[in-house]
C-alpha cells in the first residue's frame, strides 16, 4: 500500500497510479460479475405464486367457497368440489350472464344454481363448459396430493367481481 509520502517520489507516484487504476479496473470487473449474477438469479425465480389445498377437503362432494382479495381490494370469490365422477373442478363463483348482481351459486345435490336466474349446472360440466350462464371456468391442476391453482387464473376472474361504477 502507498502512501501520501510515497508519492513524492516519481516511481512510486507511477507505481501508485498503476495500483490505482488496476483496483478500479478489479471494482469494475467484480460490479459487473455481481449485476449479471443478480440479474440471472432473478430471471429464473418463478414469481408465480400458487394457493393450494390437500384434496382430501373435497371428497365429500360438497362446494367449497374462497375469496382471494387483490392488492385493490376487490374480493375474488370461486369454488372447488368434486363432482360425481370423481374430478376436481373449480370455477369462479360468477358467470358471463348474472356477475353484475354479485349473488353467485349454491349446491344442491349434484348440481351448482345460480343465485341470481335459478339456473342449475351439473358438477360434472363444471370447468368443463363457459359461458352464459355456466360458472365460468377457473385452471386447477393436481400435484402431490393438493388441488393448485395460480393465483395469475384468479386474477383473471377479476372482472366478475369489480363492482366500481356497477349498480347492484
Same mark, same amino acid.
Given at each position: 500500500m502507498f502512501t501520501k509520502?510515497?508519492?513524492?517520489?516519481? /516511481?512510486?507516484? +507511477? *507505481?501508485?497510479?498503476?495500483?490505482?487504476?488496476?483496483?478500479?479496473?478489479?471494482?469494475? !470487473?467484480? /460490479?459487473? @460479475? !455481481? #449485476?449479471? !449474477? +443478480?440479474? @440471472?438469479? !432473478? *430471471? /429464473? +425465480? $418463478?414469481? #408465480? *405464486?400458487?394457493? $393450494?389445498? =390437500?384434496? /382430501? #377437503? @373435497?371428497? %365429500?362432494?360438497? *362446494?367449497?367457497?374462497?375469496?382471494?382479495? #387483490? =392488492?385493490?381490494?376487490?374480493? +375474488?370469490?370461486? @369454488?372447488?368440489?368434486? $363432482?360425481? %365422477?370423481?374430478?376436481?373442478?373449480?370455477?369462479?363463483d360468477a358467470c358471463d350472464v348474472c356477475w353484475e348482481a354479485g349473488k353467485g351459486y349454491v349446491q344442491k345435490d349434484e348440481f351448482m344454481i345460480c343465485k341470481n336466474c335459478g339456473r342449475r349446472f351439473h358438477s360434472t360440466k363444471i370447468n368443463e363448459v363457459s359461458g352464459g350462464c355456466n360458472p365460468h371456468p377457473l385452471t386447477r391442476t393436481i400435484k402431490d396430493g393438493k388441488v393448485v391453482i395460480d393465483t395469475q387464473d384468479v386474477l383473471a376472474g377479476k372482472r366478475y367481481f369489480d363492482f366500481k361504477g356497477k349498480r347492484r
Open positions: 509520502k510515497d508519492c513524492y517520489n516519481k /516511481s512510486a507516484h +507511477i *507505481a501508485f497510479t498503476r495500483w490505482s487504476v488496476q483496483r478500479r479496473g478489479r471494482m469494475a !470487473l467484480v /460490479s459487473v @460479475f !455481481l #449485476t449479471t !449474477l +443478480i440479474v @440471472f438469479v !432473478l *430471471a /429464473s +425465480i $418463478s414469481w #408465480t *405464486a400458487e394457493i $393450494s389445498y =390437500p384434496v /382430501s #377437503t @373435497f371428497n %365429500d362432494g360438497k *362446494a367449497r367457497f374462497f375469496e382471494y382479495k #387483490t =392488492p385493490d381490494g376487490i374480493v +375474488i370469490k370461486y @369454488f372447488i368440489l368434486k $363432482s360425481s %365422477d370423481g374430478v376436481i373442478r373449480a370455477a369462479f
